[in-house]
């Protein structure tokens, strides 16, 4: 912590409107000195030399996933208070962000006041979650799409699908028969319970794995 009387807390996020609306709103707080990253490689950078106690971090960054962010950032810096502020209301990405040792997840859409509670409630040792996170957390996961969980290999395979290479390309690009290629893909189509390669796609793309 910077003193006895101030905590040091990043904003993670790439739109400026957002950054300066929380920073004024932290700054009236008088307890928190405010800083504030574009990139969650920056942030990364930045714990290594100081320490952070609360970091708003949003899931969607020009460099990278949120969701892997907030990992490296625990491995980091396991102290560190790691909130989700996003506009991401997909069930299962507020799952695999706490999952990532998120301390609580907030929706943009939140106001002030919600978002100072939120913070006072991680800080208290709890999970803050918004009012609206709440709800949706409640909902039964019928019929929810949840990300899986997908192989190095699957990955590569995704990639090549979604640049449009056929199985024999994909397999010459890989060094693998078109044998495993077609496995790989029946693969995906069953874990993404996608009708076809271009359902497998879409599915893929809103869940930001390609």
Same mark, same amino acid.
């Given at each position: 912590?910077?003193?006895?009387?101030?905590? $040091?807390? &990043?904003?993670?996020?790439?739109?400026?409107?957002?950054?300066?609306?929380?920073?004024?709103?932290?700054?009236?707080?008088?307890?928190?000195?405010?800083?504030?990253?574009? /990139? %969650?490689?920056?942030?990364?950078?930045?714990?290594?030399?100081?320490?952070?106690?609360?970091?708003?971090?949003?899931?969607?960054? +020009?460099?990278?996933?949120?969701?892997?962010?907030?990992?490296?950032?625990?491995? #980091? =810096?396991?102290? =560190?208070?790691?909130?989700?502020?996003?506009?991401?209301? @997909?069930? +299962?990405?507020? *799952?695999? *962000?706490? @999952?990532?040792? %998120?301390?609580?997840?907030?929706?943009? $859409?939140?106001?002030?006041?919600?978002?100072? &509670?939120?913070?006072?409630?991680?800080?208290?040792?709890?999970?803050?979650?918004? /009012?609206?996170?709440?709800?949706?957390?409640?909902?039964? =996961?019928?019929? !929810?799409?949840?990300?899986?969980?997908?192989? /190095?290999?699957?990955?590569?395979?995704?990639?090549?699908? &979604?640049?449009?290479?056929?199985?024999?390309?994909? &397999?010459? #690009?890989? *060094?693998?028969?078109?044998?495993?290629? @077609? !496995?790989?893909?029946?693969?995906?189509?069953?874990? *993404?319970?996608?009708?076809?390669?271009?359902?497998?796609?879409?599915?893929?793309?809103?869940?930001?794995?390609?």
């Amino acid at each position: 912590m910077s003193s006895k009387n101030t905590l $040091n807390l &990043a904003i993670v996020d790439d739109h400026p409107m957002i950054v300066e609306g929380l920073r004024s709103l932290l700054q009236n707080e008088n307890k928190f000195q405010v800083f504030s990253f574009t /990139k %969650g490689a920056a942030i990364l950078d930045f714990i290594q030399e100081n320490t952070v106690d609360i970091i708003l971090l949003d899931i969607i960054l +020009s460099d990278g996933n949120g969701l892997d962010f907030c990992k490296n950032i625990k491995q #980091k =810096s396991p102290h =560190s208070i790691v909130l989700g502020i996003s506009n991401q209301a @997909e069930r +299962s990405i507020i *799952f695999r *962000f706490l @999952e990532n040792g %998120g301390n609580g997840y907030i929706l943009k $859409n939140a106001d002030s006041e919600e978002i100072v &509670a939120c913070i006072e409630k991680a800080l208290g040792g709890e999970i803050a979650l918004s /009012k609206e996170v709440q709800q949706i957390m409640l909902r039964p =996961s019928l019929n !929810t799409f949840e990300i899986p969980r997908l192989t /190095k290999r699957e990955q590569q395979i995704l990639k090549s699908v &979604a640049e449009g290479l056929t199985s024999a390309e994909i &397999a010459e #690009k890989l *060094f693998i028969s078109i044998i495993t290629v @077609e !496995t790989h893909r029946r693969n995906l189509l069953k874990k *993404f319970q996608a009708k076809n390669m271009i359902e497998l796609v879409r599915l893929a793309t809103e869940n930001k794995l390609i």
